[in-house]
């Protein structure tokens, strides 16, 4: 994968898993074959999507005694790679080591909410999904908040995701796990005052050309 190309690496020097878990968490950066490599920058959309998504999935999730962490959870999806999802959700009964700065264990569901920016779009929709495949995630889902659509991907048997649900509106349930719902309007209403910068900047411009 042509992954170097399209992410700055932020430290020259070869880093190991264990190294990488071990900076301290304002350090930014994920590891892509023994480098440190930029992360993508997060959006106060980006932001309000993702605090949207952990709010509905650990409320699902606790009472059946899962677990859902935020974008500073790191994963070791290979001997040489680790990633940072914006939100993953451990099943109920998984058994995670509370004092390990870094998980080696598949969550059962990864998020990643899109950017505008075109080697972000390639990193989660290309890269990192090859990457959670490989490692075991069982559902991939990518939110774009831009488009208003979640698509929701599944491991197929083959070792690969397939794409098993695309959807703008209404109430999402998820098949294979019981009772989670994503009421998909009620996320776009959530975060619809964070659009409107986009309609100020073009009235601005609209009046700057009238001038």
């Known amino acids: 994968m042509g992954s170097r190309a399209t992410a700055e690496i932020l430290h020259p020097e070869p880093m ?15 590891l892509l074959d023994g480098r440190l490599v930029e992360e993508e920058v997060p959006t106060t959309l980006h932001e309000a999507v993702v605090s949207w998504l952990i709010e509905v999935l650990r409320r699902w999730a606790r009472p059946r005694g899962g677990w859902v962490f935020g974008s500073e ?79 929701i991907c599944q491991l197929g048997p083959d070792g690969h995701y397939v794409q098993v649900l695309p959807a703008s ?15 998909l309007d009620a996320l776009w209403l959530d975060v619809a005052p964070l659009l409107d910068d986009e309609d100020d900047d073009q009235a601005a411009e609209a009046e700057r050309d009238e001038a």
Do not use: N
């Not at 190991?16 to 994920?30: C, I, K, V």
């Not at 969550?107 to 950017?115: F, G, R």
């Not at 509106?169 to 009421?183: P, S």
């Open 169 to 183: 509106e209404g109430m999402l349930r998820i098949a294979g796990l019981e009772g989670l719902e994503l009421d």
């Open 16 to 30: 190991t898993l264990e190294q990488w878990a071990d900076m301290d968490e304002d350090e930014p950066g994920e």
């Open 73 to 151: 959870h790191k994963l070791g999806v290979s001997a040489r790679r680790g990633r940072k999802p914006d939100v993953c959700m451990y099943a109920p009964g998984t058994r995670l080591r509370g004092r390990d700065a870094l998980s080696r264990i598949p969550p059962t569901v990864v998020v990643e909410v899109l950017s505008r920016r075109p080697r972000d779009v390639r990193r989660d929709r290309m890269e990192k999904a090859i990457e959670y495949a490989r490692f075991g995630v069982r559902w991939y889902w990518l939110v774009d908040p831009d488009a208003q659509l979640v698509e």
